[in-house]
């Protein structure tokens, strides 16, 4: 068994890159990710990328956020400190919006900021791990996982057809910074 895990087919230009996304899904090679040095508009959808969750976990962290102010202000303004000023109810609703809001937002972002460093696994303090460094500079990178697809000259030649700079036969994982 080969040690082979991925192979990064290295394109110069998104369009080539694009091509040569038709052409193994043509042929029903299965593709692992693509790198990319800028976002490009629409390769979600060829790829076939989920739509991302995270606006059901900002509404559903702005709620708490809301609910907490809420708690926080009731409980501390009408159930424990209740004071009589100027005549007005100790329940006065409009006077909490501010506080509700700005915890809102507090929640929704924090959530939002810890969510993303775990679905991407970009904690700070971890060296980025990337298959090609060129991906962050010029070039635009396939990564086809060797295991699925074992005909590996052929996935080859479709690379080199589509317009290929380079094509690589990666056997770690990932190349790290360091």
């Known amino acids: 068994m080969s040690n082979i895990k ?7 230009d998104p ?13 029903n090679i299965k593709i692992y990710d693509v ?7 629409g390769i979600e959808a060829k790829l076939g990328v989920k739509r991302s969750r995270l606006d059901v976990l900002a509404f559903f962290c702005g709620l708490t ?15 424990d400190w209740r004071h009589n000023i ?4 100790a329940l006065a609703l409009p006077d909490f919006i501010p506080i509700m809001f700005e915890l809102t937002v507090l929640f929704c972002a924090f959530s939002l900021v810890g969510a993303y460093y775990a679905s ?5 303090g971890r060296a980025p791990r990337v298959m090609d460094l060129r991906a962050t500079d010029d070039r635009f990178i396939i990564a086809i996982d060797a295991k699925q697809n074992i005909e590996h000259s052929k ?11 380079e094509v690589k036969y990666n056997e770690r994982k990932y190349v790290s910074y360091e």
């Open 6 to 12: 991925y192979i990064l087919g290295s394109f110069g």
């Open 15 to 27: 369009d080539e890159m694009m091509h040569g996304i038709e052409k193994l899904q043509e042929n």
């Open 35 to 41: 790198y990319t040095p800028m976002p490009i508009h």
């Open 65 to 79: 956020g809301t609910a907490s102010a809420f708690a926080l202000i009731y409980l501390t303004s009408v159930v």
């Open 86 to 89: 100027g005549g007005k109810p």
């Open 120 to 124: 991407t696994h970009l904690f700070p």
């Open 155 to 165: 996935i080859d030649g479709l690379l080199k057809d589509a317009g290929a700079l």
